[in-house]
């Protein structure tokens, strides 16, 4: 009993990043009919400012490890809110709802983000101390309480993001627009505006789950990008622009990643995943809990 509670543990907090992470994704995608593969870089850059800010609050101004942090993560989430704007403006605006151009793009992005992350932090890798340095029993079970932070966050973030579709102008606007764009702009919708505001809520996400896991992960320039295959995975299993289907490919893909790895190997839960994405697109092409376009 006491291993299914250790498995279904490590399946909450892995799937809970690649919840945080898939839901930016598949929002821009939805919102945007982009495919973003410079999404990673906005996780990347999220956790290079907590590594970057965090040690000299807690050294030079001597602030408690909690007041660091939080000063890391308003500036982590700042920085990519303004790379956001600039990536937005100055590039994805041009190329709404255009699979080739968002694709040749995004690519070119991830090459200049991470060449940029690379010389100005080097290759090594980074640590930051854990807000919370304490293992937790449950049922025999254990996890981090950094971990059981990360899950709490993640579970809060996304209880707000259902509420701000679901309840608010912003979310019927950007469910308008995902559902049929020139609909939406007889209505009075002004597109270019909600892309904009679904790109950075999609950012922002990345930011988040980027800063929640620099506390419990080795930092690198590139660690954005072993998380975006993972997302890319979950999206097409969970269904390319569903908010549900994300946070159920998130789990399914982590439930496969935590049991597999326990009683085979990684690799063989890899392929396992791999093989998942292949019987989806087989038998329901559209995902779990997407749509067939007409």
Same mark, same amino acid.
């Given at each position: 009993m006491t291993l299914y509670i250790q498995l279904l543990l490590n399946t909450l907090q892995i799937g809970s990043v690649y919840m945080l992470f898939a839901l930016g994704l598949t929002l821009i995608f939805g919102v945007m009919k982009v495919v973003n593969f410079a999404h990673g870089t906005f996780f990347t850059a999220a956790a290079l400012a907590i590594? !970057? +800010?965090m040690p000299p609050a807690m050294y030079q101004l001597g602030l408690? +490890?909690?007041?660091?942090y939080l000063i890391a993560f308003v500036a982590a989430l700042a920085v990519v809110a303004v790379i956001g704007i600039v990536v937005y403006q100055f590039g994805f605006q041009k190329f709404l709802r255009d699979l080739i151009g968002s694709?040749?793009?995004?690519?070119g992005l991830v090459l200049f983000l991470n060449g940029s992350y690379l010389a100005i932090f080097g290759g090594a890798p980074q640590k930051v101390p854990p807000l919370i340095d304490v293992n937790?029993?449950?049922f025999g079970a254990y996890i981090t309480g950094q971990r059981l932070l990360l899950v709490v966050v993640a579970v809060g973030v996304t209880v707000g993001l259902y509420w701000l579709i679901q309840k608010t102008k912003l979310g019927l606007s950007l469910r308008a627009v995902a559902e049929d764009q020139e609909a939406a702009m007889l209505q009075g919708i002004q597109f270019r505006r909600v892309a904009l505001y679904g790109f950075l809520i999609g950012t922002v996400l990345a930011a988040i789950a980027g800063a929640m896991m620099a506390p419990v992960h080795a930092? =690198? =320039? +590139?660690?954005?990008?072993?998380?975006l295959i993972k997302a890319f995975i979950i999206i097409i299993v969970g269904g390319l622009g569903s908010v549900g289907g994300a946070i159920i490919g998130a789990f399914l893909i982590a439930f496969i990643e935590s049991v597999g790895g326990y009683y085979?190997?990684?690799? =063989?839960? !890899?392929?396992?995943?791999?093989v998942l994405v292949m019987v989806v697109l087989l038998l329901r092409p559209q995902g779990i809990m997407g749509h067939a376009e007409r």
């Open positions: 590594a !970057t +800010v408690p +490890v909690w007041a660091a694709f040749i793009l995004s690519i937790l029993s449950i930092i =690198t =320039t +590139v660690i954005g990008d072993e998380f085979f190997d990684n690799s =063989t839960a !890899t392929i396992a995943m791999f």
